[in-house]
């Protein structure tokens, strides 16, 4: 029970280093332009689907670490027809066998105006509960899958050598902050 307790303080000691080192509201638009970049170069179809969507969130840099316990926190920025119309905080716990420290970036179109209104209308919004997100299959070589890009809410997981796959966003609670 120690060891459990230990490594809880850690990550929330890890938590609350990174929040006291938050990126300025600059530094979150231009990491945020650069992701968007990165992405478009890597699948430059999604240059057309976001430029559909009702709003873009961009997290340039979430931190995930885990030691059995583990924890994920990022800030990121809200777009609306190219501008930006919020700042968020990604957080989430999880439980389980984990080892590791890993660094992703991680963009969620909300292709529907119903969507983006009840995700800028809650007090915290929490990936499916609130809302389900669809994590898009863009494989090596393969455009998205069809169905996939037609659901009200698209993510796309980007680390550092490109796109991810086979990750899950449930339980990822967004909330909104001030810059």
Not at 44 to 49: A, E, G, V
């Amino acid at each position: 029970m120690r060891r459990i307790l230990a490594i809880a303080a850690f990550l929330f000691a890890a938590l609350a280093a990174a929040d006291a080192s938050a990126a300025s509201a600059r530094e979150l638009q231009r990491d945020s332009d650069l992701v968007l970049e990165r992405l478009y170069e890597a699948k430059p179809s999604t240059r057309n689907l976001l430029a559909r969507a009702a709003g873009v969130l961009v997290f340039p840099g979430i931190y995930k670490g885990g030691l059995g316990l583990g924890a994920e926190y990022g800030e990121g920025v809200l777009r609306e027809k190219g501008a930006v119309t919020g700042y968020y905080r990604v957080v989430t716990g999880s439980v389980g066998l984990q080892l590791g420290v890993q660094k992703r970036a991680q963009v969620i179109a909300f292709m529907d105006a119903a969507a983006l209104r009840r995700f800028k209308n809650s007090k915290g919004w929490e990936a499916g509960v609130d809302g389900s997100i669809v994590v898009a299959d863009v494989g090596a070589g393969a455009q998205a899958d069809t169905r996939s890009l037609n659901q009200p809410i698209i993510a796309f997981i980007l680390d550092e050598q490109g796109l991810m796959y086979n990750v899950t966003l449930e339980g990822s609670k967004i909330s909104r902050i001030r810059k």
